[in-house]
């Protein structure tokens, strides 16, 4: 279901993301330094993550495509 994939990734990289950032906003805030480039960068972070998640998704289904991985519970050509 490529709904429920796209959620995946989104969800865990937006809470890598945003956790990111938040760990930059405040050190930020506590040298004095916020300003609009301290957020900018907060929404790099944030993006970051995403984009993480999203090209490991990639790269998994390309394996799964190409029998480089299989999911579990199936079982090799090799093994039977």
């Known amino acids: 279901n490529s709904?429920?994939?796209?959620?995946?990734v989104g969800a865990f990289g937006?809470?890598?993301g945003l956790?990111?950032?938040?760990?930059?906003l405040r050190a930020?805030?506590?040298?004095g330094?916020?300003?609009v480039a301290s957020y900018a960068q907060a929404?790099?972070?944030a993006g970051q993550g995403v984009l993480t998640f999203a090209f490991a998704?990639?790269?998994l289904e390309?394996?799964?495509?190409?029998?480089i991985v299989k999911p579990f519970g199936v079982a090799s050509e090799d093994a039977r």
């Not at 390309?62 to 029998?67: I, L, T, W, Y």
């Open 3 to 8: 709904e429920l994939k796209g959620g995946l």
């Open 14 to 16: 937006l809470a890598r």
């Open 19 to 24: 956790s990111a950032a938040d760990v930059y």
């Open 28 to 31: 930020a805030s506590l040298e």
């Open 33 to 35: 330094d916020l300003d």
């Open 43 to 45: 929404a790099l972070l």
């Open 57 to 59: 998704a990639l790269a």
């Open 62 to 67: 390309q394996a799964f495509e190409r029998d």
